[in-house]
């Protein structure tokens, strides 16, 4: 699963779309590959903020669902650190290489149609299907 998020204004919405999807693509063909301190860097911060995931009830039945939801063992919680810890420069491009594939990825956005729509058109990213609270096409 690929995911990316950015909090941006409307006005910048497309520009931050074309810079998300630049990135992903330059790392799913290895234009600019991760450096060595980049990894480390990325390594260090997950394991530290690890903890903080499960400072709550509502947290820990947070990652409990999300676990579930994916089909994936309650044991990945416990191997979390050693597995981040064990990522290597290769297995990243590997991993880069097969899953950030931006022609198969789906792009959701949420923000005012009035503001976004004429600039997420011009991207000619794909048919635009626009749904509602619920998830439902309108």
């Known amino acids: 699963m690929l995911l990316g998020s950015a909090p941006v204004e409307s006005s910048v919405t497309k520009?931050?779309?074309?810079?998300?999807?630049?990135?992903?693509?330059?790392?799913?063909?290895w234009r600019r590959p991760?450096?060595?301190?980049?990894?480390?860097?990325?390594?260090e911060n997950l394991v530290r903020g690890f903890a903080q995931r499960f400072e709550t009830l509502s947290q820990i039945a947070g990652e409990v669902a999300?676990?579930?939801?994916?089909g994936?063992?309650?044991?990945?919680?416990?191997?979390?650190?050693d597995a981040v810890e064990s990522v290597t420069l290769g297995s990243l491009e590997e991993a880069s290489r097969r899953y950030l594939d931006t022609?198969?990825?789906?792009?959701?956005?949420?923000?005012d149609k009035a503001k976004v729509?004429?600039?997420?058109?011009?991207?000619?990213?794909?048919?635009?299907?626009?749904?509602?609270?619920?998830?439902?096409?309108?």
């Open 66 to 70: 999300e676990l579930e939801g994916f």
């Open 103 to 111: 022609a198969q990825s789906i792009l959701v956005v949420v923000g």
């Open 72 to 81: 994936r063992r309650p044991e990945e919680l416990r191997d979390y650190t």
């Open 15 to 29: 520009e931050a779309i074309q810079e998300m999807l630049k990135e992903f693509e330059d790392l799913h063909q």
């Open 117 to 138: 729509a004429e600039g997420l058109l011009s991207l000619d990213l794909g048919p635009v299907v626009r749904l509602d609270a619920d998830g439902d096409p309108m």
């Open 34 to 43: 991760v450096t060595t301190e980049e990894l480390s860097d990325a390594q």
